[in-house]
């Protein structure tokens, strides 16, 4: 394992972040992607032998699968960028509650599984079905002992949501969900749940601590509950190099980055470097799959020496443009702000 490549934030529960040197490549190598958890990673893979997957609720036919079951349905092969809601959290202005991400709570891979909606037609949905329940069987950290479970709705589960029991061409790793996680595709990594065990036809949304209280956008002041459930990933450009705090002499910079939108397609990434005030057009290099982040590259003419602020803005596919900055909220999620994401060289 390359620990030591990741900067980690806790380890009880595992908390790390990919540092900005690996997100260079289009494929985060599994080595390397960022690590989310509330509760506790297993600490060895489950004997496939003794794991099941069982799927109940709002369906004619509850269904209750072993792996090689599983195996034995049609396989799809997607590429998917993950990212942690709370991304960037650090880099807002105002400070927000949660592990201080920075640029590193994403990574791109390319998974395999199953389609969830073929399951769901194997077991039949009935009239009331409207959402999916995702139960991992991690174990909860905390007196509370708060299973993670989350749910989306149907539509999301019937159109674009995998099982994936793959990644990057490796069984899924230990830490990353073996032997199987959700993945409801360009959404946030909370509507992703790892170590899947069982999975619930529900008529509403899922109530409990991780659907109510956290992965919602609210105020001060405000009920939790009452704020926006954080789904699709929203429209972003990070910059990967240079980095802050570079010190680099005039000449010709080349600028890398890497620009997503969730369910979306990036159709453009802009940079600046005089504040805001114009705008030039960076190439995309490398793959442009569904789901997946776009990498873009600039080489910049540095005119003179001194501080300089470099500025990355990504548009997508229907139109819309990244927020010069990102709107605040208590847990400090979804920040895409261009300015928050600007990055500070020294020429020398
Ligand atoms: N069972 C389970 N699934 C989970 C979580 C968890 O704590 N337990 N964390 C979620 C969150 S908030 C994120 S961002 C992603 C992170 O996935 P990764 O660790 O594979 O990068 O997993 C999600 N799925
Ligand atoms: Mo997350």
Request: proline share 6%; glycine share 10%.
């Amino acid at each position: 394992m390359d620990k030591k490549k990741m900067r980690i934030m806790s380890t009880r529960p595992r908390n790390a972040e990919t540092p900005v040197a690996y997100l260079r490549s289009w494929i985060t190598a599994n080595s390397v992607f960022f690590d989310r958890n509330q509760g506790q990673i297993p600490a060895r893979k489950i004997p496939l032998s003794k794991w099941k997957l069982s799927v109940a609720g709002e369906v004619c036919q509850p269904l209750n699968l072993t792996f090689d079951q599983i195996y034995r349905l049609p396989k799809v092969i997607v590429s998917n960028t993950l990212e942690c809601s709370g991304n960037s959290r650090s880099l807002l202005n105002k400070k927000a509650r949660g592990n201080p991400w920075t640029i590193g709570g994403v990574g791109n891979a390319v998974w395999g599984g199953i389609w969830l909606r073929d399951l769901l037609t194997k077991a039949g949905l009935k009239e009331a079905a409207h959402h999916v329940a995702f139960e991992g069987f991690d174990k909860p950290l905390g007196s509370a002992q708060i299973k993670f479970i989350r749910s989306i709705s149907l539509e999301k589960a019937l159109s674009s949501t995998l099982l994936a029991y793959e990644m990057n061409g490796e069984p899924l790793p230990l830490k990353h969900g073996y032997p199987m996680r959700a993945l409801a595709l360009g959404w946030t990594g909370a509507n992703c749940v790892k170590w899947l065990r069982k999975i619930m036809v529900l008529r509403q949304p899922f109530e409990g601590f991780f659907m109510d209280q956290v992965y919602r956008a609210y105020q001060k002041g405000q009920e939790p509950k009452t704020g926006a459930v954080m789904t699709g990933i929203q429209l972003k450009s990070i910059i990967t190099q240079p980095v802050a705090g570079d010190n680099l002499p005039v000449g010709p910079v080349t600028v890398l980055g890497a620009a997503y939108a969730g369910e979306a397609a990036v159709a453009r990434v802009d940079l600046s470097f005089d504040n805001g005030k114009s705008w030039q057009a960076a190439s995309f290099i490398g793959p442009y799959e569904p789901y997946a982040w776009r990498q873009w590259q600039f080489v910049w003419q540095v005119p003179k020496k001194g501080e300089h602020i470099l500025l990355a803005r990504a548009s997508d596919s229907e139109g819309r443009q990244q927020p010069m900055n990102a709107t605040w909220n208590v847990l400090g999620y979804g920040n895409n702000g261009v300015r928050e994401h600007g990055v500070i060289i020294q020429i020398v």
